[in-house]
């Protein structure tokens, strides 16, 4: 900007030089035209301002604000309140009375660690026997530790190892595990987004999110009564096309790992479809879809998505549809099958 000050500075001295000329001269109708340099002077003052800027792009832009206001730093819950999508990959050894006393400082009262055998499997892309032992391990550590110092106060989640999907047996031995982990300890079940996205079989290809031989599970879950908090897909712009248009244009240009191109994935309508199927298959299990199930969008809309005693409480009477009468009017559901079950179980 200096810079800038300095070239106005200038023109500023030449203008006067010939405005200072043309005061002291006898102006005539040609040498009148002398004025002319002068009108060709005003278009440069205003390029050089428009050039002061630096070029710039949009991953190094980062304004400081220069709004000034009170702060009102909340640092506590008014409300007890529990967590249910929290992830803690280091329980097993971890020192929970300094977790404890974060919680309480929070006025949380209970955590749920949704990560109770997964870290090893999931960041291992599911690496088989091995590494499924090792989670089985992680878990009655977890649980463990727990037991003996955070009882009642951190819950832990169970997870699936999808390794050997294949194998004809694979749906019953998972299912005896789940049955096993749940003895031990474990209060759900967590769904990682792999299923749906990343998960495949032996020949390349991507396991849905309903796939058949997943349909055991969910009931299993049902009839022991534990929650299934599942996490399917990405937010909608992850599966756009990036362009001018996506406003997550910035974090896919920085993150570009994210993105969620239909080279290589399905539509985000798919999966979110077949998240949707299993939800209206077993209606006898309760699920959790993880982050709003990618519909935030569709919060300050009134419906029914509360529990009746939670409405009660707070004397809230939505006028709209509940959250499957909702997902079918806004055309979540493309095949007859779908309507219809939905319709069956109205």
Known sequence: MPYCFCVFDQIATITHKYFHYFHHSQLTTHNSLKLH???????????????????????????????????????????PFIDVHNHQWDMPDQDLKSLLSEMSSLNMMVMVNLSG????????????????????????RSLLNVKNNAKGRILVFTNIDFSGIDNPS??????????????????????????????KDKN???????????????????????????HSGEPISFFDKMDNTNERWLELKLHPD????????????????????????????????????????FATLDLQASSAKTRQKLGWNPAGPGLIADLEQMRYFETDADVASVERHA
């Open 37 to 79: 340099p002068i009108v060709f002077l005003f278009p440069f003052i205003i390029s050089s301002a428009t050039g002061c800027g630096q070029n710039m792009d949009m991953e190094t832009y980062n304004p400081k604000s220069t709004l000034i206001v009170k702060e009102h730093l909340i640092k506590k819950a008014k409300y």
């Open 170 to 199: 694979w749906t019953k031995e998972a299912v005896i595990q789940l049955e096993k982990d749940v003895k031990q300890g474990a209060a759900g079940l967590k769904i990682y987004k792999d299923l749906g996205l990343e998960v």
């Open 117 to 140: 055998r997964s870290f090893d499997i999931f960041h291992d892309y599911y690496g088989g026997e091995v590494m499924n032992n090792a989670g089985i391990e992680k878990l009655g």
């Open 258 to 297: 994210r993105a969620r191109p239909t080279s290589g994935y399905p539509s985000w309508k798919q999966v979110m479809d077949e998240q949707h199927h299993i939800f209206t298959k077993h209606r006898n299990t309760t699920f959790i879809a993880a982050h709003f199930g990618w519909m935030a969008m």
């Open 204 to 230: 390349g290809k991507r396991i849905a999110v309903d796939d058949p031989r997943l349909d055991p599970i969910w009931e299993k879950c049902g009839e022991l009564k534990i929650p299934v908090l599942i």
